[in-house]
RNA sequence: GCGAACGUAGCUCAGUAGGUAGAGCACACGGUUGUGGCCCGUGUGGUCGUGGGUUCAAGUCCCAUCGUUCGCCCCA
């Protein structure tokens, strides 16, 4: 192929793979609306500061996944690659906070990330983003969840796990990490795996999920964040988890959850599927009560979270069962002298709600009616020579098969029905 | 950034010890006058990802390159 390609991890989306985006967002929208959120649009590129400030200088997604470069004055610009830092600077620069106030926004959208591509995995993907500002309450951490798990659900999307677990703020967390570190320090090398023995110095708490057996087996008996977090963490935390209980979601708690973004502290989340690969976190989420700060604004808590819609795409692709779109006609021309009347006769239809095409060309009864059958029309409306003399067309259920002649504007209330 | 597999018609793929390409589906048109979905026939369509190399000869061997896919990593 010589001709132009599209950029590596970047996709074009046709029906019917567009359709399931367009169903996912218009499902969340009519969901977060019942809550009270609002749908906040941001740009796409953001001052580098925004990212590296709010997300973490030394996190993987700021150190070497983001699409970075200079504009035409030299100015350090960003595609973001995650929707809250640049929802909060947003927030920020309204000023439209107020101490008391409860603020709730919804955004989504692509995000960019300069990844190795991989099944749920694009360079360009998109989320689906929530979140609450203004409030501490272990309400807002319960109310989000519960509304993820809502538009999940009304997505028809089963068989999703939540996974929860607190994090601990940032009196607490410190005295956890150093605890970490001093248990891994006194692991043998030789038990650890590779990538392990590099991450007990740089992310110690990304030691706790390694998926090798190994590593599992060396670290039996770490210190456990819920046994390190401070009370008014684990009070927090507590009443999370008893709103939850009373609800019917159902969850399981895992006190290794960790998240990769350096703002999450608190109640964290995450919804996990086990039907598309090794990229089976579908949504992720948790409290950030310290970035509004962080990136220049007052001190206002948050918490939230985000979807990634590649992969809900995916679960909703493997649901599917191969239905067809049904129109309800398609005006089939045998007689070129009828082409504008192909074209009158459907939009005498649609306007009266349905849906359907017309020829744009004559052709044969065998082509027209292929044509229509192949597009799984309810009706075919026919026009030749004799129907267009006798301002008349033949209006075939394909279906049965019956038919009749009929004038032109009796069309209509046959294909009702 | 690391590893593995794969790149042949629009799609899914065959292609045998190297000898200038096939099937199914799809598409188009037919199977006697204006009636689809089944069946049958005919046809359109490929410089075998790209660039080098070995050879009398390469889709088939070698190297490089681009791309795809899956995993690691990371995350949604």
Same mark, same amino acid.
């Given at each position: ?123 360009? =993907?998109?989320? *689906?983003?929530? $979140?609450? %500002?203004?409030? !501490?309450?272990?309400?807002?951490? /319960?109310?989000?969840? &519960? ?36 248990? =891994?320090?006194? *692991?043998?090398? $030789?038990? %650890?795996?590779? !990538?392990?023995?590099?991450?007990? /110095?740089?992310?110690? &708490? ?212």
């Amino acid at each position: 192929m010589s001709s132009i390609q599209k950029i590596k991890g970047f996709a074009d989306l046709f029906s019917p793979d567009s359709d399931r985006f367009t169903f996912l967002e218009s499902t969340a929208r009519s969901v977060f609306f019942k809550y009270g959120f609002g749908e906040l649009r941001t740009p796409i590129l953001e001052h580098t500061e925004v990212f590296s400030k709010g997300i973490g200088e030394d996190t993987d997604v700021v150190g070497k996944e983001m699409y970075t470069f200079p504009d035409r004055k030299g100015r350090s610009l960003t595609m973001r690659p995650e929707a809250t830092a640049g929802v909060m600077r947003a927030f920020i620069e309204s000023r439209q906070y107020q101490p008391g106030g409860v603020y709730k926004l919804c955004t989504m959208g692509p995000m960019f990330r300069y990844e190795r591509p991989q099944k749920g995995r694009m360079r360009q =993907f998109h989320q *689906i983003n929530c $979140e609450t %500002l203004g409030s !501490d309450s272990p309400l807002a951490d /319960a109310e989000i969840i &519960l509304m993820l798990n809502e538009f999940l659900l009304a997505a028809g999307l089963d068989r999703l796990t939540f996974e929860v677990n607190s994090l601990g703020c940032n009196d607490c967390r410190p005295g956890f990490r150093q605890a970490l570190t001093d248990f =891994f320090a006194a *692991i043998p090398e $030789e038990e %650890l795996c590779d !990538d392990c023995k590099r991450r007990r /110095a740089t992310n110690p &708490l990304r030691v706790l999920d390694c998926k090798v057996e190994r590593c599992k087996k060396a670290i039996e008996g770490v210190p456990e964040l819920p046994e390190h977090i401070c009370p008014k963490c684990r009070d927090h935390f507590a009443e999370v988890l008893e709103v939850l209980d009373a609800s019917d979601i159902s969850y399981v708690r895992n006190p290794r959850l960790v998240r990769g973004l350096d703002y999450y502290q608190s109640t964290t989340f995450e919804v996990v599927s086990g039907d598309i690969g090794s990229q089976s976190s579908v949504a992720g989420g948790g409290r950030y009560d310290g970035l509004v700060r962080q990136l220049g604004g007052p001190d206002v808590p948050g918490v939230g979270f985000a979807c990634g819609m590649e992969r809900l795409a995916l679960l909703l692709e493997a649901k599917e069962n191969g239905e067809m779109k049904q129109p309800d006609f398609y005006v089939a021309l045998l007689d070129e002298r009828g082409l504008r009347q192909s074209l009158l006769l459907a939009q005498e239809l649609r306007g009266h709600g349905l849906s359907g095409e017309c020829a744009l060309a004559a052709g044969s009864m065998k082509s027209q009616l292929r044509r229509a059958g192949k597009l799984n029309a309810r009706f075919a409306l026919i026009l030749g020579g004799e129907e267009l003399d006798a301002k008349t067309v033949v209006v075939k259920n394909l279906q049965s098969g019956d038919q009749a002649v009929v004038p032109w504007e009796h069309a209509v209330t046959l294909v009702r029905g």
